[in-house]
């Protein structure tokens, strides 16, 4: 991996004959092969399979090694932590059940307690489903981020996978193995972009949709695939109408949130009423992480967070950079996608929260990609990085000291 681009062209592939061509054949002609050639779809499904297997380890290990006490009967507990118990919730029981969990439900858009409860129905729990649920997205998402890499740097071969691999080993990479909502966002917002890029903007329309469904980020998401349309050099205006297509999902859970809460805006308020996303100006709401990672901020079980929020810093600082490089490519559509979730993060109480959203950024990855094939040292050295933090902060996670 890392290899230098001195040799950037598909080496020919000796064919068999009889047999061995027809079946060839008929593999070249199988569903994987419309995604990324066999060998780089086998190359992300592997990363893929390595990094579920490593995050299983840590899950068993981490909460026999560093907790105190004797109280993880079962593996699943372990997965069972922070929002997971907010989405099981909403699987459970839906919006109008109080607070079962603890938060105000609204917050959470409906896309994966839906899947979670109907995976549920196999017998194998609520906790278990959404491990499952993230497990196909990230799948999905791992190889269409690889295509999409492919496409936007042709020249690179097999830029693809290590995108992927980047992505999968991210120091956040957890959430994309838990049962957390962003690996199912990626597996619907990277064949969007992807479709948008070709033009293809029906086929976006509709993933965008369905990202709509996950995450409030959908609303950002829509707001770039506007920008891209009108930005892009295949923009066709008889199919501008399916850009409207990502409001109705959007709309319609508002429109049931009025019907439970009697408010259009009940996920707004929920977030505001749970996590204090209440409107801050980004000058002040920086200026609270600034003095949350230096001075600390303890909640009543007098847990200190100032390392989280430092992080928080960091993922800012990345995030700046990465518009500066998107600007500087005049990819207005994807520097809309980062600008409009930085600044959605930067106008609550204090920013956190963001080193998650970077899992979102296939920009990051796929620069990281790129700068990694060019400047192989840089490669090595952020794994070097990665690697360790992704097994110290899934750790956390698994034993309830991190939320990300």
Sequence with gaps: MFERAAADQPDAEPTRPGKGRARRARVDASWWRRWLPGTQAREVLGWWLVTRLALFVLSVSAPLLL???????????????????????????????????????????????????????????????????????????????????????PELKDLGPNAAVLWYGAPVGVFLAAGYTEALFCAFAFPAWLAARQGRWARAAVFVAL?????????????????????????????????????????????????????????????????ARQFTWPWTSIKHTVEAATKGHFPADHTDWTWMFRAELVALFIGLALLVWLFWRRSWGEAAWV?????????????YSLTRATLLWWPLWIGLAVLARRKPWLGRLYLAIAIPLAALWAAGLFTGRWSG
């Design 211 to 275: 990202a709509s469904t996950v995450r409030v980020s959908g609303l950002f998401l829509i707001f770039a695939l506007l920008v891209e349309f009108m930005t892009s050099k295949k923009r066709d205006w008889l199919s501008l109408p399916w850009l409207a297509l990502p409001a109705v999902p959007m709309l319609g859970f508002m429109a049931y949130l009025k019907q439970v809460h009697g408010s259009w805006f009940a996920w707004q308020e929920a977030q505001e009423k749970g996590w």
């Design 67 to 153: 907790n105190r006490g004797n109280d993880y009967p079962d593996v699943w507990r372990a997965w069972l932590q922070w929002d997971v118990w907010h989405l099981k919730a909403v699987a459970e029981f839906g919006y109008n059940h109080g607070e079962p969990s603890g938060a105000p439900l609204a917050a959470f858009f409906p896309g994966f307690p839906l899947l979670m409860r109907l995976v549920s129905y196999t017998g194998i729990g609520y906790v278990a489903a959404g491990i499952v649920v993230s497990a196909a997205a990230s799948a999905v998402a791992g190889v269409y981020l690889a295509r999409l890499a492919q496409y936007e740097f």
């Design 339 to 351: 600008a409009a979730t930085i600044g959605a993060f930067c106008t609550s109480f204090w920013i």
